[in-house]
């Protein structure tokens, strides 16, 4: 409900430069402990395709020299969907520049084959619905698949609520 409600209002763009101001600093003291781990932040599709948050954050990162291979770009899918039309080519240069981009709620979004033709991703997150149904014999035919494709394409992937053995 966050979200919306501060995309609507204005507030997004603020909101997350915040919070990966924030995220850049944490890194930086991990990285002087000798600690490199990767961390994604989650964007609107919005700021995607807003030029000067794009180069806001860029300087933040600079000013910090942080790695940006260890930084994810993390987006639903539904917002990859109803991305613009130069959505494809922003994602294509952030991917240039070293970040991870990540699909996040996998097969929520009203997906289509299509996202792994036209959209450059480097992880794919599978949604936990999918994860909470792998008891089900369809379900799991239709995950292994989404694995497997996944994979083929040289991606990785992320399965959402795994939280038993099972």
């Given at each position: 409900?966050?979200?919306?409600?501060?995309?609507r209002?204005?507030?997004?763009?603020?909101?997350?430069?915040?919070?990966?101001?924030?995220?850049?600093?944490?890194k930086?003291?991990?990285?002087?402990?000798?600690?490199?781990?990767?961390?994604?932040?989650?964007?609107?599709?919005?700021?995607?395709?807003?030029?000067?948050?794009?180069?806001?954050?860029?300087?933040?990162?600079?000013?910090?020299?942080?790695?940006?291979?260890?930084?994810?770009?993390?987006?639903?899918?539904?917002?990859?969907?109803?991305?613009?039309?130069?959505f494809?080519?922003?994602?294509?240069?952030?991917?240039?520049?070293?970040?991870?981009?990540?699909?996040?709620?996998?097969?929520?979004?009203?997906?289509?084959?299509?996202?792994?033709?036209?959209?450059?991703?480097?992880?794919?997150?599978?949604?936990?619905?999918?994860?909470?149904?792998?008891?089900?014999?369809?379900?799991?035919?239709?995950?292994?698949?989404?694995?497997?494709?996944?994979?083929?394409?040289?991606?990785?992937?992320?399965?959402?609520?795994?939280?038993?053995?099972?």
């Amino acid at each position: 409900m966050f979200i919306p409600i501060a995309e609507r209002i204005g507030l997004i763009n603020q909101i997350t430069k915040l919070i990966i101001e924030k995220t850049i600093n944490q890194k930086d003291e991990w990285r002087k402990n000798a600690i490199e781990i990767m961390t994604t932040i989650n964007v609107a599709g919005s700021e995607i395709e807003d030029n000067s948050f794009r180069e806001s954050i860029q300087k933040i990162i600079e000013k910090n020299g942080v790695n940006r291979n260890n930084i994810g770009i993390e987006l639903t899918e539904r917002t990859v969907l109803s991305g613009g039309t130069n959505f494809s080519d922003v994602l294509v240069d952030l991917r240039s520049k070293g970040y991870k981009i990540l699909i996040d709620d996998f097969g929520t979004g009203y997906n289509s084959l299509m996202t792994f033709l036209e959209i450059p991703f480097d992880i794919i997150k599978i949604d936990k619905y999918f994860i909470d149904g792998l008891n089900k014999a369809d379900t799991k035919v239709i995950v292994g698949h989404i694995i497997e494709l996944v994979h083929e394409i040289g991606g990785t992937i992320i399965a959402e609520g795994v939280e038993t053995k099972e």
